[in-house]
């Protein structure tokens, strides 16, 4: 059989492309090598995008700028025009263009989350896009895998914008009913029902980030040049001095517990007993993290101070003047003793019975059941005040004395519409000056926020309190 | 001055003015390329202009080439090369003096500028004047001869007309200089000058558009699809591409931000993608074809036939254009089978998660589903429209033309307050543009008289057959209804006439005719509607009797009887000035007015932002409505506010199929191929293949990207200058509103930009508008692509693609394609 001369080119240009691509493989694997010993990989990044890969690779490299510029443009001109959905799809391409350009995914999922939000009525709606936007910073954290910074953004989505929206006790039950458990799992895969607890794993897997020294691009050992990223990741979160930063676990473990004692998430009643107790077990425990951890001083590196040694005398004595004010300083920046004090008091038994009394008489007002609530708010208040009296902390407090004064000014509220009379010694009564004025509802308790109609609302199924 | 003369035309006309007098007026619309009536036919006139003041310059161009290449001037009278030099030089001058003037360098009486220019104009016309007559006394024919007279007449015709006219407005008192009518004259001159050269271009096309054979446009169409299959493969890489990226558009495409927006991402981008693809097929393909078969001599075998050279031209486009519609159909045919999958898909998987969500008892998300789903599906149709003129009704209920500004950045919306008076009305039927019923509102209350002539009146009439099913108690009503109404107007007439004293005896004929017609229909009326009582009697019978089934058939009979309820759906935006009782939606209430029985049909629902609110209203209130219908919208929640615009709330008259709408929008992308097709094969006539890809190339680039930036030209809304100005603006940092100083580099930009600009923002004549053929936005938001948009595009392509193909004819006729 003879090969016409057109048939021999194309057999040979085939053989040429196989023999390319047979060389291909172990020049990939040579270079898969160098990769891991660089670090340079996407895949040790983050993870690897083939959608975003092709895209640069069509764009050559050069036009990414210019394409990112138009793209970015075009996003807030769509903003401009309410068109929403062409917006998040084009912030989308954005972040396939530029997936390790941190600042991306932190303005843009805010301006998901917050602004874009905040632009819808219905709170289903408004719960759509806060998602939106934390899976939008998620996907940035699936992408660079190192940076603090995004995992931090995530966490705070988490406990602020779904946890202290004025729409927050429907947006939160909205999260519990949220059926994407994806969406509701930590690092673990373990589903969190309250978005406090899944945001205070996000804030402990920031924190353990920057402790594993994994965060950020590795500085350079003296042995190998120093690596120039394209887009390096820039660290913000969790520089030394960053207190705040290792407060939030424990804040929102206490918001955690807080949320359970009352009905936070519209529908669901208030969950008391041992789960509540472990609930202020877990955020006292996250707080003594805190205080113990060693901090440097500012002023000098040398020096370290744990911020728990103010509430331990022995220790704070043997430290220098310059710990001490640090000590001082900062405990009182992170209102440390408050916080500790506080949950100290409520994981005792007496300290979370004396809530389930408060929130049975706020109900019992609710059903305009008088005597009953007048009752349950004595034997509340009478519990309350033996305990505090064991926390002077926490019983000094400005916050306390307005919570405590607004139970014992329904108290009175509750006597007067039962026709009984007000005693002339009472627990707190001397706090009831503190409120006199103060008529604000708990933005954060469905029973004082929603009308009376919304027992009426479809009640969660059984057995699954907020926990 | 347009402004001026518009209103003046509508007033001589209306006031019986002497027919001289209009026909003057026409003369003036036919002329000035700035004016042109409205409608089709306004759009038709500005395109012949167009077209014919190019055909005027390429005239001219044309013979001044000749008498150049034939060194006709050079050789006789140099002394008049020379001024012409000097005039051109002068004119650049009188631009730079021009420029300094403006930046306050120096200064001059600005009639020393007009002399100068006028001047150096007037030398260069002569020049050309020369030259043309040079070259055509020597190489013209008796035609050339005759057009170049026809021509002078012509414009000498245009400054009669203008003076004309000046004395017409003279007597009106609008006084408008001779100068000015000069210039006008002469601008309505150039364009008579180029309808004269335009009907000589047509008498050099006609012979050769009468002598077409169908059998040799077909011979070579099918050559044209045989070649590029065979040398390009065009079809197949085209075919191949679109379904590599169909198959991987999920790795570009991250799922929609909301699944009520699923269907619209896909559309979007599936047209996209059909539009890139063919264009860049064709830009790639047409340019090459011509050039390749001159550059490989295959072409001798074809002019050696009997073939005309406007089949040459329009043979290849028809095969281009066959292979287009081919791909066409196979793209679409793709893309519909891809959007069912997984738009219809996606329906199906979010209906069926709300029927498990109702079934646990998680009734609010199943609402939230059912919604969504709800949104897909009414996007995946082909909605039409019916829609209302809307007015708005201040807190004061004062009539407003807009609403409340709430201080969004983008004023779309304008909104009325909650618990106030305020309203938004939109209103059906007949009616006057809100804007002329708010001045002429305003005009009587003032005192002031109302305008000479009637306003026009839009057309917004509710299709009526559409909603009021023949034989169903509906229609019937609005039958007697209309009778009725006859009945009771002319019983006011023969009132009217009795109380003058006049004779009615005629009218009480008819009356009676209409009254007996109205009995009937009442007894029809009875009929039916005791029919339908006795069905539903017979129906609740078998309810009781336990045969539920028949209990529904019967049911289904009885509503069969009536018309459907008339479907409104609405868009409404939410402002709160506070939050409210928090979960709870902004309502709003709707009331349906029928303006000539005055029956009303009030409703009020929550409004949900951004999703399309859906309501309907008894088909009952259409009877005896003539079309015409009143909605008003009122904010009920107090403090708080809704946005409307007059396109946010429609009679949804029809949902047609979605599949043929998508094919509507691809016939747009097929309107763009054909321009290109029409370009490339232009190119090709008279360029290297390499240089007429570039062509073709930067059509489309302009086409797309660059028509918004060229319309700002023309209409010069340009901020910072033309190219040069903005060149030293973009290396100096100078953002585009700052005052650049006058230095040296500034003052020559901005002659040269004073030079330029001209030219370029003539271009907008030439680049063609493709954005007018994308519908893919009209698609993916569920609405239909009328008949008329299709024909406004089709006679918009064919705008473009007749002159395009039609020049390149004439150049191909006039090439040795065979040296």
Redesign the interface.
Known sequence: MRFSASLTRKLIYSMGILLLFGIMVPYTQWLEVRQKEQELGEATIGQV???SF??KLALLGGFRGMAVNILWTRAIDLQ???D??RM??TI??IT?LQPHFLAVWTYQSWNLAYNVSVE??????KY??IK?GIQFVQEGVKKNRRSPDLVWDTAWYYHHKLGFS??A??IRR?YH?D?DDEFKSNEEGIVRNDNFQLAHDWFKRAVDLVDSGEAGARPATSMETPIEYVDAPVQHKGRPGDLHFRTMPAHSYTRYAAALEKESM?GIPATFGARARDAWDNALSAWLDFGLYEFPCHNNDKEKVRIDDYDNPDRYKTLSKNQQYWIGRWGDQTQYMYWKDRCKAEREPQGVEARRLFYEGTKAIKAANFPEAAQKYKQGLDIWDKLLARHPTYEGDFLNKRDTGLIVKRYVRALKNAGLEVPEKMPFKDLLKVVEKDNTVDPYDALE???ASSESA?QA?PGSPGG | MSSVFIPLFAQAGGAGAKAFDVALLWMRVIGDPQVTIGGRWGGLLSWVKVVALFSLLGWIFQWVLRAYQNTLSVSRVKWLDYAAGFAVLGGIGTALLQVLQSTEKIHLYPIVLVIAGTTCALIVAIWIERAVWACISRLGTRVDFNVLAAVHVALGLGIVVSLMLRRMYLRVNINVGYANAIADGVRYGATFMGFVVLLRVLTLILPDILAIRPRRLYAIAWHTVVESTRRMWAPYVVVAVFLVVLAFTSWFLQEPPRPAEYGRLYVITLTLLCSLLLTIMVVFLTPLSLPSDIQNQTIYTIVSKPVRRLELVWGRIIGFMALVTLLVLIFGGFSLAYLSRQVGGQITRTETEAKRAEAENRLDEAKTLREQADQMRTRMGARIPVRGSLTFLDSRAAKRLKGVDVGQEMQFRSFIEGATPAAAIWKFGQVLDPRDEYFQDVAKSKGQPPPPRSLPLLDRRIPLERFLVAGTIEAKLDELSNVEQEVSLMRAEQRRRSNAGKDSSELADSIKQKAQLAAKYRGELDQLKSKESEIRSKADAEEKAGRSTAAADLRDEADKLHSPDVPIEMTFTVYRTTKGQIGDAVYASLTATNPYTGERSPTTFPVHEYYTNKETIPAGLLAGSHGFLTIEVKCISSTQYLGMTENDLYVLAETGNFGVNFMKGLAGVWLQAMILTAIGVFAGTFLSWPVALLTTFAFWLAGLAAFNFLQDLASNNIVGGGPFESFIRLIAHNNQVVDLAPTIGVVAAKTLDSLVMPVMSRLVFIVPNFSVFDFSNTISNGFAVTNGQLLDGILLACGYTAPFSLIGFLILKNREVAA
């Open positions: 995008d083939a959608g092709l895209l401009k025009v309410h929403w959905d998040k799809t989308d391409m396939k819808w009525d219905a709170p289903e709606d759509d896009w939106k004025d729409e006790v429907i909205l009913d059926k519209k926020m929603m009308p479809p199924p």
